[in-house]
C-alpha cells in the first residue's frame, strides 16, 4: 500500500513560507472578532472558505440572477456560478503569482452574498431606502456574515469581500483580494457576453474589432487572454495589476456590455418589473413587520435595515412567489 503522510495546520502553515514575500500568511492574519483556537488540521483561511461554503447565503447563490432574469434554457449563468468561475479566476491569478491561493478562494466564494434577487437591479431599487449614499451589496455581503449569519472570518476574508467591487474605497488591503476583483470582472464579461450571444441580445460579430483582436472570439479565449495580461504585468511591476493597454480594451468591452447588455431595451423593461417587485416587497415588509422572519432579522436594526436584510437575502423564485402571494390578497396585518 501507498504511504500517507499527515498534513496538519502547521505543515500547512509552513508551506506558505514559500509564498510570495507580498502574500497574505495565515499565520500573519489580523484574526478574528472572537478569538477561537487554531484548528487541528486547516489554517485559519482554510476555516473560512470551508465556512462560507457550508453557509446558507452561498447555498442561496444558485437560485439567483445574474444578468438574464428567469431565463430559459440550464446553461446561463446564475449568481452561483459566476461565484465559482470567480473563485477559479482567483485561485488561478494567486498560483501563477505565488500568493495565497485559499484566501483569494475565501473572498471569492463570499463575494456575493448580499446580491438581491434580480441580479444587480437590487441596487437601484433599494438605494431611496438608505440616502445618501445608496446600498451596496459588497457592504451587504460583509454584514451577511458579521451580523446574520455571523460566520466570525478572519479579517482580510471580510475586507476582500468588502472592497471587491472596483469602486469600493478604500482598495482592500492583500493582493490576494485584488486578485478577486479582476477575477471577478474577467468572469462577469466573459460569460455576460456568452449568455447574451446565447440569448439573441448579441452576436460575436458585434463585439468591438479592438477587443476581438486583442482577446479573440469571446470564451474562454477571453479568460485566458486577461488571466494571462495580469499575470504578466504583475510580475513586471511586482503588485497585482493589469497592464495599461489591455486594461483600456478590457474598459471598452465593460462600455460595450452595458450599452448593448445589461441596458438593452429588453433586459431593462425586464430590470423595471423586478426592481418594482423589490420595492413592493421592502414596502409591504415595512408595514408589516411581524412578516419577517425571527430566524432572520436583527431586532437592533432599524426597521428598514430589518426588511432589507430579509428581501436581499431572497432568491428570484422566492421573491416572485412572496410578491405574488402578496398581491393576491393573502397578506395580513
Same mark, same amino acid.
Given at each position: 500500500?501507498?504511504?500517507?503522510?499527515?498534513?496538519?495546520?502547521?505543515?500547512?502553515?509552513?508551506?506558505?513560507?514559500?509564498?510570495?514575500?507580498?502574500?497574505?500568511?495565515?499565520?500573519?492574519?489580523?484574526?478574528?472578532?472572537?478569538?477561537?483556537?487554531?484548528?487541528?488540521?486547516?489554517?485559519?483561511?482554510?476555516?473560512?472558505?470551508?465556512?462560507?461554503?457550508?453557509?446558507?447565503?452561498?447555498?442561496?447563490?444558485?437560485?439567483?440572477?445574474?444578468?438574464?432574469?428567469?431565463?430559459?434554457?440550464?446553461?446561463?449563468?446564475?449568481?452561483?456560478?459566476?461565484?465559482?468561475?470567480?473563485?477559479?479566476?482567483?485561485?488561478?491569478?494567486?498560483?501563477?503569482?505565488?500568493?495565497?491561493?485559499?484566501?483569494?478562494?475565501?473572498?471569492?466564494?463570499?463575494?456575493?452574498?448580499?446580491?438581491?434577487?434580480?441580479?444587480?437591479?437590487?441596487?437601484?431599487?433599494?438605494?431611496?431606502?438608505?440616502?445618501?449614499?445608496?446600498?451596496?451589496?459588497?457592504?451587504?455581503?460583509?454584514?451577511?456574515?458579521?451580523?446574520?449569519?455571523?460566520?466570525?472570518?478572519?479579517?482580510?476574508?471580510?475586507?476582500?469581500?468588502?472592497?471587491?467591487?472596483?469602486?469600493?474605497?478604500?482598495?482592500?488591503?492583500?493582493?490576494?483580494?485584488?486578485? !478577486?476583483? +479582476? *477575477?471577478?470582472?474577467?468572469?462577469?464579461?466573459?460569460?455576460? /457576453?456568452?449568455?447574451? &450571444? #446565447?440569448?439573441? %441580445?448579441?452576436?460575436?460579430?458585434?463585439?468591438?474589432?479592438?477587443?476581438?483582436?486583442?482577446?479573440?472570439?469571446?470564451?474562454?479565449?477571453?479568460?485566458?487572454?486577461?488571466?494571462?495580461?495580469?499575470?504578466?504585468?504583475?510580475?513586471?511591476?511586482?503588485?497585482?495589476?493589469?497592464?495599461?493597454?489591455?486594461?483600456?480594451?478590457?474598459?471598452?468591452?465593460?462600455?460595450?456590455?452595458?450599452?448593448? !447588455?445589461? +441596458? *438593452?431595451?429588453?433586459?431593462?423593461?425586464?430590470?423595471?418589473? /423586478?426592481?418594482?417587485? &423589490? #420595492?413592493?416587497? %421592502?414596502?409591504?415588509?415595512?408595514?408589516?413587520?411581524?412578516?419577517?422572519?425571527?430566524?432572520?432579522?436583527?431586532?437592533?436594526?432599524?426597521?428598514?435595515?430589518?426588511?432589507?436584510?430579509?428581501?436581499?437575502?431572497?432568491?428570484?423564485?422566492?421573491?416572485?412567489?412572496?410578491?405574488?402571494?402578496?398581491?393576491?390578497?393573502?397578506?395580513?396585518?
Amino acid at each position: 500500500m501507498p504511504e500517507l503522510i499527515r498534513r496538519d495546520r502547521l505543515a500547512r502553515e509552513a508551506d506558505e513560507e514559500r509564498l510570495s514575500p507580498i502574500a497574505t500568511r495565515a499565520t500573519a492574519s489580523r484574526g478574528r472578532a472572537r478569538a477561537e483556537e487554531p484548528d487541528r488540521y486547516r489554517t485559519a483561511f482554510e476555516r473560512d472558505r470551508d465556512r462560507v461554503i457550508h453557509s446558507k447565503a452561498f447555498r442561496r447563490l444558485k437560485h439567483k440572477t445574474q444578468v438574464f432574469l428567469n431565463p430559459e434554457g440550464d446553461h446561463f449563468v446564475t449568481r452561483l456560478t459566476h461565484t465559482l468561475e470567480v473563485a477559479q479566476i482567483a485561485r488561478a491569478l494567486a498560483a501563477a503569482l505565488t500568493l495565497n491561493e485559499t484566501l483569494a478562494e475565501a473572498i471569492a466564494l463570499g463575494h456575493d452574498v448580499g446580491h438581491t434577487p434580480f441580479g444587480h437591479t437590487g441596487e437601484e431599487a433599494l438605494a431611496p431606502y438608505f440616502p445618501p449614499d445608496g446600498w451596496h451589496h459588497a457592504a451587504q455581503s460583509v454584514r451577511v456574515y458579521e451580523v446574520l449569519e455571523d460566520l466570525n472570518l478572519t479579517w482580510e476574508v471580510r475586507d476582500g469581500i468588502r472592497a471587491h467591487s472596483w469602486r469600493i474605497e478604500p482598495a482592500p488591503a492583500t493582493s490576494e483580494a485584488l486578485c !478577486v476583483r +479582476f *477575477a471577478d470582472r474577467i468572469a462577469y464579461l466573459s460569460h455576460d /457576453a456568452l449568455d447574451a &450571444i #446565447r440569448a439573441g %441580445v448579441l452576436t460575436p460579430e458585434a463585439i468591438p474589432r479592438r477587443v476581438r483582436e486583442r482577446f479573440g472570439e469571446p470564451g474562454r479565449v477571453w479568460i485566458g487572454e486577461m488571466i494571462e495580461a495580469v499575470i504578466d504585468n504583475s510580475v513586471a511591476v511586482g503588485e497585482v495589476r493589469m497592464d495599461n493597454e489591455t486594461l483600456a480594451v478590457m474598459n471598452d468591452l465593460r462600455e460595450f456590455m452595458f450599452e448593448r !447588455v445589461y +441596458f *438593452a431595451p429588453s433586459l431593462v423593461r425586464e430590470q423595471r418589473a /423586478a426592481i418594482g417587485v &423589490i #420595492r413592493d416587497l %421592502v414596502d409591504h415588509h415595512v408595514a408589516h413587520p411581524n412578516q419577517i422572519p425571527a430566524s432572520y432579522r436583527e431586532d437592533a436594526a432599524p426597521l428598514v435595515t430589518q426588511v432589507v436584510d430579509y428581501v436581499a437575502g431572497m432568491t428570484d423564485r422566492f421573491a416572485l412567489a412572496t410578491h405574488e402571494r402578496l398581491n393576491g390578497g393573502s397578506a395580513d396585518g
